[in-house]
């Protein structure tokens, strides 16, 4: 039998052999369908994968009051949205002052500029330096680690010392492959002692998250004076357990800094780090679905195709396939010959497949920054959808092939 089944194998790759065009084209449409299924959930995947890394490390024991919540900062109508008063550097104070729940640590910070440029000694950077002031707890409640040297302490924020804080990119950038630690930078001609260098944290949506410079919040006050500026409040709870306690504390006490009254909505939004995750990642499940309607939608074609092109081959073939049964070749026989070669080209559509998705996966995500990984899963289902396309396209075909009459295919011209 292993011997018959070998034959039926070499019969089919001989004949795929001798329809070459028919066989590339085949395995083009094919190869089209997986190949938008893979590539679409391999961006999608490389996309959550930056999501989760850039967030998760926030820990979900963590929440912001910042100045819209996300939801209406990101979907809602523009025209309609209430518009809330930015958070000021007084009501921060305030509510450090104020808030004083067990376990908690509130970090405060702002964005002095998006476009700063640092010096050292002779060498400066492009203009394009991000540059916050934060407090001593910034960093923890954010998930920066430090790479080399320490980080801030309560007495550089309190004493409002000249240290800074920069990102990975400094060393091969501004430093030419130096140690920055000790070294001495300019920021708008104010003098900072590099005293910690963070981990690399790379780039998210075009953003370099390692091309940032942290100085003590009242150092950065003093720098960026622009009218308007709005502070972020970031609380990390020790016990995870109390987070929602934490919260409804935090609510009460920033509705008390701004005066509202029990009738008032809030004029502030507030989020959970893993809310926030969340709802990015449902956006990219609707992705997925969407990846797998299109994806259907071309594959089903592929197999309408693929069947059709093989009824065409088993009417081609007729005569070869009288030859047969008339030496003695049964109806299993015939009927595994092409369905084999039907298994055969699906594969080879769905290797093909297979290799373009990665490949249009990687470019996408390359393009936008995001943290690229092999798709398993979405090889796994390729692999699958391909045997099952395969299947329901050679059944036909092959089934009509064994059910020929010897007399009458030997007759066909």
Same mark, same amino acid.
């Given at each position: 039998m292993f011997?018959?089944?070998?034959?039926? +194998?070499?019969i089919?790759?001989s004949s795929i052999?001798?329809?070459a065009l028919?066989?590339?084209?085949?395995?083009?449409?094919?190869?089209?369908g997986i190949t938008?299924l893979?590539?679409? $959930?391999?961006a999608?995947?490389?996309?959550?994968?930056?999501?989760s890394?850039d967030?998760a490390?926030?820990?979900?024991n963590?929440f912001?009051?910042?100045?819209?919540?996300?939801?209406?900062?990101?979907?809602?109508?523009?025209?309609d949205?209430?518009?809330?008063?930015i958070?000021?550097?007084?009501?921060?104070r305030?509510?450090?002052?104020?808030?004083?729940?067990?376990?908690?640590?509130?970090a405060?910070?702002?964005?002095?500029?998006?476009?700063?440029e640092v010096?050292?000694?002779?060498?400066k950077?492009?203009?394009?330096?991000?540059?916050?002031g934060?407090?001593?707890f910034?960093?923890?409640?954010t998930?920066?680690?430090v !790479?080399?040297?320490?980080q801030?302490?309560y007495?550089d924020i309190?004493?409002?010392?000249?240290?800074?804080?920069?990102?990975?990119?400094?060393?091969?950038g501004?430093?030419?492959?130096l140690?920055?630690?000790?070294?001495?930078i300019?920021?708008?001609?104010?003098?900072?002692?590099?005293?910690?260098?963070?981990?690399?944290?790379?780039?998210?949506?075009?953003?370099?998250?390692?091309?940032?410079?942290?100085?003590?919040?009242?150092h950065?006050?003093?720098i960026?004076s622009q009218?308007n500026i709005?502070?972020?409040l970031?609380?990390?709870?020790s016990?995870?357990?109390l987070?929602e306690?934490?919260m409804?504390?935090?609510?009460?006490?920033f509705?008390?800094?701004?005066?509202?009254?029990p009738?008032?909505?809030?004029?502030?939004?507030?989020?959970?780090?893993?809310? $926030?995750?969340?709802r990015?990642?449902?956006?990219?499940?609707a $992705?997925?679905?969407?990846a797998?309607?299109?994806?259907i +939608?071309?594959?089903f074609?592929s197999?309408?195709?693929?069947?059709?092109?093989?009824l065409?081959?088993?009417?081609e073939?007729?005569r070869e396939?009288?030859v047969?049964k008339a030496?003695?070749?049964k109806?299993?026989t015939?009927?595994t010959?092409?369905?084999? !070669?039907?298994?055969? +080209?699906?594969?080879?559509?769905?290797?093909l497949g297979?290799l373009?998705?990665?490949g249009?996966?990687?470019?996408?995500?390359?393009?936008?920054?995001f943290?690229?990984?092999t798709?398993?899963?979405?090889?796994?289902w390729?692999?699958?959808?391909t045997?099952?396309?395969?299947i329901l396209a050679?059944?036909?075909?092959?089934l009509?092939?064994s059910r020929q009459?010897?007399?009458?295919?030997?007759?066909? !011209?």
């Open positions: 011997s018959l089944f070998r034959e039926n +194998i070499r089919a790759l052999r001798n329809q028919r066989t590339i084209l085949t395995v083009l449409i094919i190869a089209i938008a893979v590539g679409i $959930l391999s999608v995947s490389a996309l959550e994968n930056t999501i890394s967030f490390s926030m820990g979900a963590t912001n009051i910042q100045r819209y919540d996300f939801r209406s900062q990101s979907f809602g109508n523009n025209q949205r209430k518009v809330n008063p958070i000021s550097y007084n009501e921060v305030e509510f450090e002052d104020r808030y004083q729940y067990p376990f908690t640590e509130t405060i910070s702002f964005t002095g500029t998006a476009s700063a010096k050292y000694e002779n060498e950077t492009d203009p394009e330096i991000r540059v916050l934060v407090n001593e910034y960093l923890n409640n998930g920066l680690e !790479e080399e040297g320490r801030f302490n007495f309190r004493n409002n010392n000249n240290v800074a804080i920069v990102g990975s990119d400094f060393r091969d501004l430093f030419k492959g140690d920055p630690v000790n070294k001495t300019s920021v708008r001609g104010a003098k900072f002692k590099i005293i910690g260098i963070l981990e690399s944290k790379g780039s998210t949506f075009g953003n370099n998250q390692d091309l940032r410079v942290f100085i003590p919040i009242q950065a006050r003093s960026f009218p709005n502070y972020d970031s609380v990390r709870v016990n995870k357990e987070l306690e934490a409804d504390e935090a609510i009460i006490t509705r008390n800094v701004r005066g509202l009254n009738v008032e909505e809030n004029n502030f939004g507030l989020e959970r780090s893993d809310d $926030l995750i969340n990015i990642l449902s956006i990219t499940g $992705l997925n679905i969407a797998w309607i299109i994806s +939608i071309t594959i074609g197999s309408i195709a693929l069947m059709n092109i093989m065409v081959t088993v009417t073939r007729t396939i009288g047969r030496l003695g070749a109806r299993n015939i009927a010959q092409f369905f084999l !070669e039907t298994l055969v +080209i699906g594969q080879m559509g769905g290797i297979i373009l998705g990665i249009i996966g990687f470019a996408v995500s390359s393009a936008l920054d943290k690229f990984t798709p398993w899963m979405a090889m796994f390729a692999t699958a959808i045997v099952l396309v395969a050679g059944s036909y075909p092959a009509k092939a009459d010897p007399i009458e295919s030997l007759r066909y !011209e």
